[in-house]
């Protein structure tokens, strides 16, 4: 069975900070890895896609990784910003389109 | 891209009654839809798969008499939460294959008073 874990459960950083997201998943039979922010009582925005062929995404001021050998992803958020806090999410698609999620991360940035 | 459309995004209820959460795929067909249930300060958890004119597989531990998954077309499949207890109070949502990726709807928050 699948499972996601990530890692800090919570992180707090000064605006301005560069910071690394963690993901680890234990079948690295994965079609693709899905980064999402969820906003308090609010839905999913999808972040970054990463297919299992792919080593990294970017969009913006984030950089996702994916090492499918080793079951890892990384969100590497750069200069973060007050607006990036939030509960980040990975998801791996494991087959026929079903997802298994994290457990989140919550950043907070401060002013 | 695709875009997947759930409805309502939140919705207060009475114990006992029924609600239904409708997730409709607007460009594109999908024969495969997902529900996933989130409780607060918890990850999102599938509950169901729904496919397009066939009965839905739950997953273990989701009563299926509870939670009637209907996908009578290949754009739309319904989430119904019947006799709705305030145990039943979370975050909803659905997302729709295409291939091996998946498209996520909003999400629904029900709410059972």
């Known amino acids: 069975k699948q499972e996601v874990t990530q890692i800090p459960a919570a992180l707090s950083v000064p605006e301005g900070e560069n910071l690394v997201l963690n993901c680890s998943f234990t079948?690295?039979?994965?079609?693709?890895l899905q980064w999402f922010r969820q906003d308090p009582g609010k839905g999913l925005t999808s972040l970054l896609l990463?297919?299992?062929?792919?080593r990294e995404q970017t969009s913006g001021r984030l950089n996702a990784s994916l090492d499918k050998s080793s079951g890892r992803s990384t969100l590497y958020i750069a200069a973060s910003q007050p607006g990036d806090s939030a509960t980040y999410l990975c998801?791996?698609?494991?087959?026929?389109?079903?997802?298994?999620f994290g457990d989140g991360t919550t950043l907070t940035v401060k002013p | 891209g695709a875009v997947v459309s759930q409805h309502p995004s939140w919705v207060i209820c009475k114990s006992g009654t029924s609600v239904k959460i409708e997730c409709r795929s607007l460009?594109?067909?999908?024969?495969?839809m997902f529900w996933y249930r989130q409780f607060p300060k918890q990850s999102l958890m599938l509950m169901a798969t729904?496919?397009?004119?066939?009965?839905?597989?739950?997953e273990q531990g989701v009563e299926k008499d509870k939670f009637l998954i209907n996908h009578a077309s290949l754009t739309l499949s319904t989430l119904t939460v019947t006799s709705a207890h305030p145990e039943d109070s979370s975050f909803y949502i659905c997302?729709?294959?295409?291939?091996?990726?998946?498209?996520f709807g909003q999400g629904t928050r029900l709410t059972v008073v």
């Open positions: 997302s729709a294959r295409i291939g091996n990726e998946a498209f």
């Open positions: 079948d690295s039979a994965i079609y693709n």
């Open positions: 990463i297919q299992s062929s792919q």
């Open positions: 998801a791996v698609v494991v087959g026929a389109g079903k997802s298994t």
């Open positions: 460009d594109f067909q999908a024969t495969t």
């Open positions: 729904s496919n397009e004119g066939s009965k839905a597989t739950y």
